[in-house]
């Protein structure tokens, strides 16, 4: 089955420093890779995702690119704010089924 | 607020017991996904119902099973509880079956066995 590895698992950064996640997976069937934000007490939400076909993909302070080739896909949050202080999520997507990467606790220190 | 309710909010129980986890996803979206969520194990995807019929499965346990109902809300049943099935439930939805649908999250189930 897919195998989805997340690193680093912890992350605290300066506010208004930039952030990166990144994410390998192992099924080269996998074609859709979302990034999840999950706040304390609350189910993860969807910040941004990408498609197979595509290599990176923006919004707003959000990133994300994939590397079909090496199998890894990564989140960059640029200007990071207090707010953006959660964990995230990886997941990648093979016959409708998710796999999820452990998690990064991202800490943004005013 | 994702619009996905889940009841209960949380759930004590003891081990052997049978429970029952109730879902009702967004206004208008066929398709529903259930998570579980623990500390050792991660998130991890159980299973997906679409307009009342099982499209994917995950690592679901034998113990647990799950139904979509004509009117789209969705029931997770976890019967012969063990100490390692504590976890929080997720249920989520989206509006089709397709991969590169959205999904939304509810705010979880948290089920603890005793």
């Known amino acids: 089955g897919e195998n989805v590895e997340q690193h680093p698992s912890t992350l605290s950064v300066q506010e208004g420093d930039s952030a990166v996640i990144k994410c390998t997976y192992s099924?080269?069937?996998?074609?859709?890779f979302p990034w999840y934000k999950q706040e304390l007490g609350k189910g993860p939400q969807l910040i941004i995702d990408?498609?197979?076909?595509?290599g990176e993909k923006k919004d707003q302070r959000i990133a994300v690119t994939l590397n079909k080739t090496a199998k890894h896909f990564s989140l960059h949050i640029t200007e990071t704010q207090p707010e953006d202080s959660a964990v995230y999520f990886c997941?990648?997507?093979?016959?409708?089924?998710?796999?999820f990467g452990d998690g990064t606790t991202l800490t943004v220190k005013p | 607020d994702s619009g996905v309710t889940q009841t209960p909010k949380h759930l004590i129980t003891a081990t052997g017991q049978r429970v029952t986890l109730r879902c009702s996803p967004r206004s208008g979206d066929l398709s529903v996904y259930w998570y579980q969520q623990s500390l050792d194990q991660g998130l991890q995807f159980l299973i997906q119902y679409y307009n009342g019929e099982e499209r994917a499965k995950g690592n679901i346990l034998e113990r647990f099973s799950a139904q979509q109902f004509p009117d789209l809300h969705s029931e997770l049943n976890l019967s012969s509880l063990e100490l390692g099935d504590s976890a929080l439930y997720f249920c989520?939805?989206?509006?089709?079956?397709?991969?590169?649908?959205?999904?939304?999250f509810g705010p979880g189930t948290r089920l603890t066995v005793l």
């Open positions: 990408i498609r197979s076909n595509v």
């Open positions: 989520a939805s989206s509006a089709s079956s397709g991969p590169y649908n959205e999904q939304f």
């Open positions: 997941a990648a997507i093979s016959a409708g089924k998710s796999t």
């Open positions: 099924d080269s069937a996998s074609n859709y």
